[in-house]
């Protein structure tokens, strides 16, 4: 069950993590209506589910040397990904990329900040 609303909240927190991106990003491109931006979210939430904890046990050590900063690079990769295997997705260069992955990664952070304190009242 811990797994499931994971899963959705994971779901949730990318979908409004990739309309920010979207908006507010010129080169990140997401073609279609929102049954498109569902399918695409649900790539994502698939990837980081499945290959980021694979990549993280590897590049354990290159995170720690960067103290933390590899991470950033795990989640560029991560829309990189997402941009080959899906057609609705454009990333046009490597500005986009790496605006993107900071505003979903901050989107995301905020959200799950949120989601504890509200869990903790």
Do not use: C, H, W
Request: charged share 10%; proline share 2%; aromatic share 10%.
């Amino acid at each position: 069950m811990k797994l499931l609303s994971r899963v959705v909240f994971s779901l949730f927190s990318n979908l409004l993590a990739f309309i920010v991106a979207k908006t507010y990003i010129t080169g990140f491109i997401i073609t279609g209506e929102l049954k498109q931006l569902l399918i695409v979210v649900a790539i994502f939430t698939a990837i980081n589910i499945l290959i980021r904890p694979i990549l993280k046990l590897l590049l354990g050590p290159v995170i720690v040397l960067s103290l933390g900063l590899g991470l950033l690079v795990i989640n560029a990769l991560m829309l990189y990904l997402l941009d080959y295997f899906s057609e609705n997705v454009t990333i046009q260069g490597l500005e986009p990329l790496a605006y993107a992955t900071l505003i979903i990664g901050a989107v995301n952070v905020i959200i799950s900040m949120a989601a504890r304190r509200t869990y903790a009242e």
